[in-house]
């Protein structure tokens, strides 16, 4: 027996009476009000269905309009949120102060790969490597200085940054860390497909979060077979900001995706990264307060 019978018949045993295309409008109008606040799915297709039928079959009382929709949401439920798009996961993004990008191999517990950046002091400092054998590079706009450390010496190389990446340094887009699959979101294949990840199980590696999947195949320029590629995405359920990032390829003939590369995403206060920053290469020259003499004191 389906849930919708036994629902109906609970309502026709409350032998309630009242004007018929009253309670006919009214009921109507409750199920327009519902309908309308889902999202898509197949929830929504079940409640395309199952009202319309129901109204034809009897006019329910107006008294009983509330069970029949408290029923009909515990039945087929309605979707509590509504997917985002990339377009505004990357404008979420853009709205970032701060950040830092944290990226590993499958299977390893330590990044080969860290990206820490400041709008607000107008810094971005990547480490690539591990252990002793780590680099530094700083890009610092405002005083016009790339610092490079090599950890095995401690040696530091300031040099001044090139006019024309200037302009590039001051964007701050993600995708530059290589955090998002392409520059714009015009630039994504229109064969490419976007989808709401709704799997429990999947969802609990970072709880909190809704999970998107972006796949495309990148077409290969040499008649070869072209790689199929997935780039899976854990956004914040409220603030949209994205958690973590997982990279997947397989050949066009092969049935399941590779886990290449993940990266972890946290947003550091903008001191966070001015202490990092300091430890890392020493004081800015605008970490130092410049000395101010007291009026007539050289007198």
């Not at 590079?137 to 040696?155: C, E, Q, R």
């Not at 024309?164 to 001051?170: G, V």
């Not at 900001?241 to 397989?250: F, N, S």
């Not at 050949?251 to 890392?280: A, C, H, N």
Request: charged fraction near 25%; glycine fraction near 6%.
């Amino acid at each position: 027996m389906e849930p919708g019978d036994n629902l109906e018949r609970a309502i026709e045993q409350l032998h309630m009476r009242t004007r018929a295309e009253t309670d006919r409008r009214i009921l109507h109008d409750a199920f327009a009000a519902l309908l309308g606040s889902a999202s898509g799915g197949p929830s929504e297709i079940v409640t395309r269905r199952w009202p319309i039928t129901a109204l034809r079959r009897f006019a329910v009382p107006t008294a009983v309009a509330a069970a029949v929709i408290v029923g009909f949401v515990l039945f087929v439920g309605v979707p509590s949120h509504k997917t985002v798009s990339l377009g505004q996961i990357q404008s979420t993004l853009a709205k970032m102060d701060n950040i830092c990008i944290s990226t590993f191999r499958a299977g390893e517990g330590e990044p080969f790969r860290q990206v820490w950046a400041s709008k607000p002091l107008g810094v971005k400092l990547f480490k690539v490597g591990r252990g002793n054998q780590a680099q530094f590079t700083l890009w610092d706009v405002p005083h016009n200085a790339k610092k490079t450390k090599f950890v095995s010496s401690g040696y530091i190389q300031t040099e001044a940054i090139p006019q024309p990446m200037l302009a590039e340094l001051e964007k701050t887009e993600a995708e530059s860390y290589g955090l998002v699959p392409f520059p714009d979101v015009n630039d994504v294949p229109e064969e490419a497909q976007w989808i709401h990840l709704e799997d429990r199980e999947v969802a609990a590696v970072v709880p909190g979060t809704e999970v998107y999947d972006l796949t495309w195949t990148a077409k290969s320029t040499t008649g070869e077979l072209g790689m199929q590629k997935m780039w899976r995405l854990f956004a914040d359920v409220r603030s949209n900001m994205p958690k973590r990032v997982e990279w997947y390829a397989k050949l066009e003939t092969e049935d399941d995706y590779g886990f290449e590369l993940f990266s972890v995403v946290t947003y550091p206060t903008k001191e966070d990264i001015q202490d990092f920053v300091r430890k890392t290469f020493g004081p800015r020259p605008s970490d130092t307060p410049e000395y101010i003499s007291t009026p007539g004191a050289d007198r």
